[in-house]
């Protein structure tokens, strides 16, 4: 089988790989921008504030936590 369609990130083995992978990017720019959407609701949903500092609510405000 080959090779399986970006979901979120881009990971090639190797120069030759990147550089054709940036070519088909190139080449597909509606590729592109879904792989670019997907990824950056990727970081927004794991990596907001929110989600971040959750753990430490706990710790800064024992209370709330309680409460929830």
């Not at 881009?10 to 959407?37: K, Q, W, Y």
């Amino acid at each position: 089988s080959g090779p399986h369609p970006p979901i979120h990130l881009l990971v090639t083995d190797g120069r030759d790989p990147m550089a054709a992978a940036i070519r088909r990017f190139l080449e597909s720019p509606d590729e592109a921008a879904a792989l670019g959407l997907s990824a950056r609701r990727l970081v927004e949903r794991t990596y907001s504030w929110e989600r971040r500092l959750a753990p430490l609510a706990g710790l800064v405000f024992p209370d709330r936590r309680a409460a929830a």
